[in-house]
């Protein structure tokens, strides 16, 4: 970063502002839907040192909360921040890397200004705060003093658009979530900070119903999102002890952490914790999948039993039935439920244990595979030898020569478990051929 950030004083922010908003005949930018109507603001020139960062900008809270998470920096770094340079100076960094992203055919904003220079007025309270416009400003800046000493006059200044003194907090959050409505810069917000702004609309007391007309959005899509901040937010604290270091989620974890919700919703508690331990598994491990994750929800969805089920037998361990409580280190949740449900905390301590882990992600990828494939062509009368004939192959390409001497005894246990499942096999065989004879010695 080229660009060093001195914040100025809120006063002297305030009084520069003020003159010049008296003194400007330029009301070119209107704002729509402002306290019922549309409004005309004035738009003025400001040094480029003078802005400040907006700190509870929806855009840039992934990427606050990863620096807080990884820094171990107070919960409210930043909320505290917003008159401090230190903190300016980080958001600046965040904001920066954000407008020199690009997405699919769009160029960066870094590039555009570059190319273009300014077309649009920042938004900014009269105090000269960033209500629209933050990444365009962090890029602006860098733009005008360049790593080499250089300087780009055409950013010395910028235009902005100045609310009006009396703009409460509230309106402001107001403001952001209206343009984040408009379809050209929807896009523009990564998914979580698109449900934490769901949220804040939330948080003011309005129902989901509310805040879907607001954006422009459907009511379902407001409460599925809000349902996949949630599971994103289990999956970071419980799973991958790492709260709030959304980093982790925020490319490609908006599709399984949507989907979670809609396939464990009708199980008991105990089975929505090993389902869901399936999904994160999984998603952990994505790199290691043919495909796309999503093609294996109905592992941890309708399967999750039969997978739960396989996974005990490969892994040698059972399945207890239980009834009252998980504890240790399971996710401490209560079970309010007179029935005896499976324990499948053996199979989640596998799935999380460093020393276990990556044999079960293995065996689990396997098994997802193999109950999808069971499931697809349960109507089909070859499938059963089809996947027989798979299993064999896989056997039959075993090299025992080129196996390390650490896994033998590991595979002797493998070659016992396999020879159980082909004797359960050869069992069934021979009763359904039995129960396909008749009485006059045919075979149907």
Request: glycine share 4%; with cysteine.
């Amino acid at each position: 970063m080229s660009f060093s950030i001195e914040v100025k004083s809120r006063s002297e922010r305030k009084a520069l502002i003020e003159q010049r908003t008296v003194n400007s005949s330029d009301y070119s930018e209107i704002i729509y839907d402002f306290r019922g109507d549309s409004k005309a603001l004035p738009v003025i020139s400001l040094p480029i040192e003078v802005p400040v960062y907006r700190m509870e900008n929806c855009r840039a809270f992934s990427a606050q909360q990863t620096e807080i998470a990884t820094k171990n920096l107070e919960s409210d770094f930043f909320s505290k921040g917003q008159e401090l340079s230190e903190t300016n100076q980080i958001q600046h960094r965040i904001l920066f890397k954000l407008a020199d992203e690009e997405r699919a055919s769009v160029a960066s904003i870094l590039k555009v200004l570059k190319s273009e220079g300014q077309r649009e007025p920042l938004l900014v309270t009269n105090t000269g705060v960033v209500v629209n416009g933050n990444r365009r400003l962090a890029a602006m800046r860098e733009l005008f003093r360049e790593s080499d000493g250089s300087v780009d006059e055409r950013f010395r200044y910028v235009k902005c658009s100045v609310l009006p003194p009396d703009t409460t907090p509230d309106e402001i959050d107001d403001i952001e979530a209206d343009l984040q409505a408009r379809p050209q810069t929807k896009l523009e917000y990564d998914w979580i900070g698109d449900a934490r702004l769901i949220r804040r609309q939330i948080n003011k007391g309005r129902s989901a119903k509310e805040v879907a007309d607001r954006l422009r959005r459907s009511k379902s899509d407001i409460e599925n999102t809000l349902q996949a901040l949630d599971e994103a937010d289990l999956y970071l604290s419980e799973w991958a002890g790492r709260p709030g270091n959304y980093d982790l989620v925020s490319a490609d974890g908006q599709q399984i952490f949507s989907d979670i919700p809609k396939n464990i919703k009708n199980k008991n508690t105990v089975l929505q914790n090993a389902s869901r331990a399936i999904a994160w598994s999984l998603f952990d491990n994505r790199a290691k999948i043919s495909g796309r994750v999503y093609r294996l929800n109905a592992a941890f969805g309708k399967l999750a039993p039969k997978v739960l089920d396989m996974l005990a037998e490969q892994l040698e361990v059972q399945n207890k039935p239980i009834n009252g409580e998980i504890s240790g280190d399971g996710f401490d949740i209560d079970i309010d439920t007179d029935e005896q449900d499976d324990d499948y905390t053996p199979i989640i301590e596998a799935l999380r244990n460093e020393e276990s882990k990556n044999e079960a992600v293995e065996t689990l990828i396997e098994v997802c595979e193999t109950a999808i494939e069971l499931d697809k062509e349960q109507t089909n009368e070859k499938a059963a030898l089809k996947a027989l004939s798979q299993a064999n192959a896989k056997l039959s390409s075993i090299n025992v020569d080129s196996a390390g001497i650490d896994t033998l005894s590991a595979m002797l246990n493998q070659t016992a478990t396999i020879r159980n499942v082909v004797s359960k096999i050869e069992d069934g065989i021979k009763k359904r051929q039995t129960c396909e004879v008749d009485t006059d010695g045919s075979i149907n």
